[in-house]
């Protein structure tokens, strides 16, 4: 007969003890679930056995197997569940100190556990005999039959990863061990999350921590936590929760739903509201799907040698998606926010799988990136990435998220490529759009943000070789997109076209507002200011042998030939033709021309890519 047990805790820390409850004795064998090294042999007692964990174990996800092996082959949801005589368990960490962090989603494990078995699971999610309270102290609650976690977690083992692993009740007021690490990894099927969990990932993120979904339909209901952790709440229902009106942010439906109103977006960047399912028999078609890249300049595709519009990950995209509302803005996909989607969210990779519907849920896939504070969150949005790692390209973009989200905080500021190589010769920000002028003396716009969008042509700007916008209106000016002539003009922008203000410096190829003062720089090496409302120009030293001029926040930048940011504070009175020095900011600028705005600096030139990055 087979044995029954459950552990007393879905994790320990290394040098610990761990309890697990049999209905009967029993030999024990315990592995290393990521690559099947056993660990330990022994025998169990009954009722009641401590596993004592020495201190050498390394931090992963282990597997106790209480008498002979059972046959459990992979299958579908609902099919034969993880045996009642294998209890799965992490080892944490006993001094965190591994760059990632990789959460086990436990409290799916349980919620599908004993499915549809009246009042034994929380499933069938509409199911009248549904429970609504399921306990973690009985057998079962392993991994689903489909594996969805198995197929990272032994890829990364395999490619020498330093990961440390907790189980994902570790981050039910978890911010303190999140800290530890620079990247929480979330992995396969992780559906069900507390309010603790939620509120210490993001704030980890908003401090500086960086997130990586490889997962999908991921934060779709929430729960409650009862009896030391040991109980898991989910009505599913608002009228069914006692919750609704003693604390409504707690009540346990989806996240998205009223009264909780709190969509996973802003956790994730994306939601199984817009995303797809095919399940049961159907499930099988999730093999014949792919990715649409999107945004292939994109650090995340890099080295995988795709160009927009070619497929890749055949197979990844099942059984359920996740996905962001987005708008196709010339053949580029824009995210709207309109779901609660991040505005810096960019997406990367698309799949059309509306024609779901008749197999389960009809929507889309996002693939995307956004930044939240002072962190990066990265989304697969699906279940079954992991089981897609034997793809170059696939394994390839893994790397690089996972590479670059977890390197040590100031290894070097990067340029991120935002749009497709143009020849510019001048650039400015107003509001949210930023304005460029081409070679060819166009006039071109486009939104201010992380996506590849197209420029737009709004109209001529021939001579303009320097674009600024002022901050405020000040002297008489008002606030709008200014523009200076190789020919000494000074002019504004006025839909549909220029208007002269007045004179400037000849030779002019670059202008600048800092300090309520308008700056030219002229390709004689020269720098001149014009105070708002003053009559006329007056010399204000080098221009540090600037290409192209800045500013931002009262300060000004310049842009050498040799690809060097300088910048200096402008003085109130210029004492002498070299006073003050330009000092050096930042080497290796990707471009010819740039502007400065809100803390970031945007480049371009002939035949580069529009890149950014923080000031």
Not at 256 to 276: C, D, K, M, Q, W
Not at 571 to 593: L, Q
């Amino acid at each position: 007969m087979t044995v029954r047990a459950y552990a007393t805790s879905t994790s320990c820390v290394q040098g610990a003890s761990l309890g697990f409850v049999l209905d009967r004795p029993a030999p024990v064998v315990v592995t290393d679930a990521t690559d099947d090294r056993v660990v330990f042999e022994g025998f169990a007692s009954a009722p009641r056995w401590e596993l004592d964990i020495p201190a050498g174990w390394r931090s992963s996800l282990y597997r106790a197997r209480f008498g002979p092996e059972e046959p459990w082959p992979f299958g579908l949801p609902g099919s034969r569940p993880c045996p009642d005589n294998e209890v799965y368990f992490v080892v944490r960490q006993a001094v965190p100190s591994s760059p990632v962090l990789l959460s086990v989603p436990f409290t799916t494990w349980q919620a599908y556990n004993r499915a549809g078995e009246p009042g034994q699971s929380v499933y069938w999610t509409e199911s009248p005999t549904r429970a609504a309270r399921v306990t973690f102290d009985r057998p079962g609650g392993g991994p689903p039959p489909e594996r969805w976690e198995e197929g990272l977690m032994r890829w990364l083992r395999r490619g020498g990863y330093d990961v440390a692993y907790c189980s994902n009740l570790d981050l039910h007021d978890g911010l303190d061990l999140l800290s530890r690490h620079r990247l929480l990894i979330v992995n396969g099927h992780d559906e069900y999350w507390s309010l603790g969990m939620r509120d210490a990932v993001e704030e980890f993120v908003r401090r500086g921590g960086n997130v990586a979904f490889f997962s999908g339909n991921t934060c779709w209901w929430q729960i409650r936590l009862e009896d030391g952790g040991r109980t898991m709440v989910c009505h599913r229902d608002a009228v069914s929760d006692p919750m609704a009106a003693a604390d409504p942010r707690q009540t346990t439906v989806e996240w998205s739903a009223a009264p909780v109103n709190r969509p996973e977006n802003a956790l994730t960047g994306v939601s199984f509201r817009a995303g797809a399912g095919t399940w049961g028999p159907h499930m099988s078609r999730m093999l014949e799907e792919s990715y649409t890249t999107r945004f292939a300049a994109h650090w995340v595709f890099e080295g995988t040698e795709l160009t927009d519009g070619d497929k890749f990950g055949q197979g990844c995209l099942g059984y359920e998606t996740d996905a962001a509302e987005f708008e196709e803005v010339g053949e580029v996909p824009r995210a709207t926010g309109r779901d609660g989607t991040p505005s810096s969210f960019v997406v990367l990779a698309t799949a059309d799988l509306r024609h779901w519907s008749a197999y389960g849920q009809g929507g889309m896939t996002t693939m995307g990136v956004f930044t939240s504070g002072l962190g990066t969150v990265f989304t697969a949005a699906t279940v079954n990435w992991g089981n897609g790692l034997h793809d170059p390209v696939v394994d390839r973009i893994t790397r690089n998220v996972i590479d670059r989200l977890s390197a040590p905080v100031g290894g070097g500021e990067r340029w991120d490529v935002i749009g497709p190589p143009a020849d510019l010769r001048a650039l400015a920000v107003l509001g949210r759009t930023l304005y460029a002028v081409s070679a060819d003396g166009t006039l071109l716009a486009r939104e201010l943000c992380g996506q590849n969008l197209p420029w737009r042509p709004v109209g001529p700007a021939e001579g303009v070789h320097g674009l600024a916008v002022p901050r405020e209106a000040a002297g008489g000016l008002a606030v709008g997109l200014y523009g200076v002539t190789h020919d000494g003009r000074l002019l504004r922008h006025d839909e549909p076209g220029w208007r002269e203000v007045g004179p400037a410096p000849e030779s002019a190829i670059g202008l600048a507002v800092a300090d309520c003062t308008f700056w030219v720089a002229t390709s004689s090496g020269e720098l001149w200011r014009q105070p708002f409302g003053s009559g006329g120009w007056e010399p204000a030293g080098s221009s540090g042998g600037a290409v192209a001029l800045g500013g931002m926040n009262g300060r000004l930048f310049a842009l050498d030939s040799e690809g060097c940011l300088l910048t200096r504070l402008p003085p109130p009175v210029i004492d002498g033709p070299d006073d003050p020095a330009w000092e050096s900011h930042a080497e290796g600028v990707p471009g010819t021309t740039f502007t400065a705005h809100a803390g970031l600096i945007v480049a371009a030139g002939r035949g580069t890519p529009l890149r950014w990055r923080h000031v």
